[in-house]
């Protein structure tokens, strides 16, 4: 996370929530999402492993103009695991815009805390933590 920005654009636009769940539906006449088992962590038998599938969605606002938009997932050694560069186009500063990724198949190499990080550049917007666990069932 060294990576980061030490001073912030000019008027980034800001990210309002980053949720991490198994599937997104979108009514295509209203464009309004249901989001589907919201989760915060994962068990897995073993390490490494992978995750078959899940959706990360970005929720933005107060942006004006056009801004590159990077979603990206650490493990929690720091490792880059997978990068989605976007772009998201603003018409109107007050509207939030929700940009959303599935990920199939995401390598889990270790257990601990990953993050989901939302950029613009090199400036960070916003992150989603999730925890990779070890057993059959999730901790209390």
């Not at 990210?15 to 915060?40: A, G, M």
């Not at 989901?116 to 666990?133: A, N, Q, S």
Request: hydrophobic content about 40%.
């Amino acid at each position: 996370m060294s990576d980061f920005a030490a001073t912030p654009p000019t008027n980034p636009p800001s990210c309002i929530s980053v949720i991490i769940c198994n599937e997104i539906i979108e009514d295509k006449r209203t464009n309004n999402k249901t989001l589907v088992s919201l989760f915060n962590s994962i068990v897995v038998a073993q390490v490494p492993t992978s995750h078959h599938r899940m959706f990360v969605m970005a929720s933005l606002t107060d942006g004006r103009g056009t801004w590159p938009i990077s979603f990206i997932v650490r493990t929690p050694s720091g490792a880059d695991l997978m990068r989605f560069d976007s772009e998201a186009s603003f018409a109107d500063p007050v509207s939030v815009l929700d940009i959303s990724v599935e990920i199939i198949g995401l390598s889990l190499p270790e257990l601990g805390v990953y993050f989901v990080d939302i950029m613009t550049g090199t400036y960070p917007l916003g992150h989603r933590r999730f925890t990779v666990f070890p057993g059959q069932t999730q901790p209390e």
